[in-house]
């Protein structure tokens, strides 16, 4: 049925309606719910594409930048009209569309009768969803702030930052949040107390960073966060113990390069999220900067499982691992390449293989000795103890 002078702006005149007429205006109105969020996609999909550098001109000012964008995201899933004529509701056309079953999910899902949220709720209570833990590396992203200029304010910005990241990947099924913070005992430095170069051996910290680092771990505590910090170990190591234990998929949420040790089949990393502010509403908006075992492997040429040996040869100048001497970037990731761990690298000098030229066998001989201590300080603790009230 059209609908009537019932209808006003944000309001309907139910009075003196008889349940023939609530009925049809109740049909007539869910129909419209259901299909307008299609039409949405539709139209941000052709906006996009039409206009690429102004299509934001096409909605009002208030409204959200993120239903446009998820709207946009269903619509590329279904595009065809016929793709869209299961019974399904439209949030459980948005659960299967990063599926590339989609379609026959959907027809599972109608041959069951569950075609309801009501029912999909039922049905994801008795089969629980998949896990995924988002470990967070507070201590870098702390310091990152703080020599950015933050200051006082970079306990604060940090956690916010936290806060809008968690709640925009809550819509893509996050689960389970830690919040992994360093040690002020570090195990690893006894391990070179004879060396000449030893490890993190840096100025003693700013008093006012060390606040900052106290109360952002306060701030996260108090919005619910788990907090985790295992005694002579660094953050790096509650994620890498995290990523071996965990049961499902896990995020690690750093840049520091020693953690893609970690990547496989069930962890992958996010770089980063950059905040960009839509110009029409001022909604910040996030960039992922994700970061997988392949997308890994294409930009450095070495799978995760040899991470270890090659930042073993080259060395970590930020933590203060010397490696060996003389063999760069370039060098060591050839080696790891050609021969794999180590001990096929040095055996191969050791032999005079003429794949390695003379200075840098010299380089790998003398490096021989150390490598047992400097695979420690590289090489990532997968068996802490952890928390298990990481739920969100």
Same mark, same amino acid.
């Not at 996009?48 to 208030?62: K, N």
């Not at 962890?267 to 839509?278: A, G, K, P, S, T």
């Not at 294409?298 to 930042?311: A, C, K, V």
């Given at each position: ?11 309907? %005149?139910?009075?003196?309606?008889? @349940? ?34 102004? !299509? ?13 964008? /998820? ?27 990063? /599926?590339?079953? /989609?379609?026959? +999910? ?31 590396? &507070? ?7 703080? $020599? ?29 949040? &830690? ?41 996260? %505590?108090? /919005? ?5 910090? #295992? ?6 190591? &509650?994620?890498?113990? $995290? ?27 996010? +770089? ?9 509403? =001022? ?12 997308? !890994? $492997? ?21 933590? =203060?691992?010397?490696?060996? @001497? =003389? ?11 050609? $021969? ?5 690298? @040095? ?16 380089? *790998?001989?003398?490096? %021989?000795?150390? *490598?047992? #201590? ?9 068996? *802490? ?8």
């Amino acid at each position: 049925m059209p609908l009537t002078k019932r209808t006003h702006k944000r309001f309907l %005149d139910c009075s003196k309606m008889t @349940i023939e007429e609530a009925t049809q205006y109740g049909t007539v109105l869910a129909e419209i719910q259901r299909d307008v969020l299609f039409q949405l996609g539709d139209l941000a999909r052709y906006a996009e594409a039409r206009w690429p550098d102004t !299509h934001h001109q096409v909605w009002p000012e208030w409204v959200s930048p993120g239903t446009i964008s /998820r709207t946009a995201a269903v619509a590329r899933a279904y595009p065809k009209e016929e793709d869209r004529q299961h019974e399904c509701t439209y949030s459980q056309y948005m659960q299967c569309a990063n /599926r590339s079953d /989609r379609h026959e +999910r959907l027809d599972a899902i109608e041959e069951a009768g569950l075609t309801t949220d009501e029912s999909r709720r039922e049905q994801s209570a008795d089969t629980p969803r998949p896990r995924w833990l988002l470990a967070v590396d &507070v201590h870098y992203h702390l310091h990152r702030h703080w $020599f950015s200029g933050a200051g006082v304010e970079a306990a604060v910005q940090v956690a916010d930052w936290v806060q809008r990241t968690v709640d925009r990947l809550k819509e893509k099924n996050l689960s389970d949040v &830690v919040c992994c913070f360093d040690s002020k005992v570090n195990n690893r430095k006894e391990l070179t107390a004879d060396w000449e170069d030893k490890y993190k051996d840096r100025p003693p910290k700013d008093p006012e960073l060390g606040q900052q680092l106290n109360l952002v771990r306060e701030l996260l %505590d108090g /919005r619910g966060y788990c907090c985790a910090l #295992v005694d002579g170990y660094e953050a790096d190591d &509650v994620m890498a113990s $995290f990523a071996a234990q965990f049961p499902g998929k896990v995020t690690l949420l750093s840049a520091d390069k020693d953690v893609r040790q970690c990547l496989g089949e069930h962890c992958n990393i996010l +770089r980063d999220v950059e905040w960009v502010e839509d110009e029409s509403s =001022g909604e910040l908006t996030p960039d992922y900067k994700w970061v997988s075992g392949k997308s !890994h $492997f294409e930009e450095t040429g070495i799978p995760p499982h040899l991470w270890t040996e090659y930042q073993c040869i080259m060395g970590d100048t930020v933590d =203060g691992v010397k490696g060996a @001497i =003389g063999i760069g970037k370039k060098g060591a990731a050839d080696l790891v390449r050609l $021969f794999g761990d180590c001990e096929r690298i @040095i055996q191969a000098a050791r032999c005079g293989d003429q794949r390695i030229k003379p200075k840098k066998r010299e380089a *790998l001989l003398a490096f %021989d000795e150390k *490598l047992e #201590v400097t695979r420690q300080l590289v090489t990532l603790k997968a068996d *802490l103890e952890l928390p298990t009230n990481t739920r969100i």
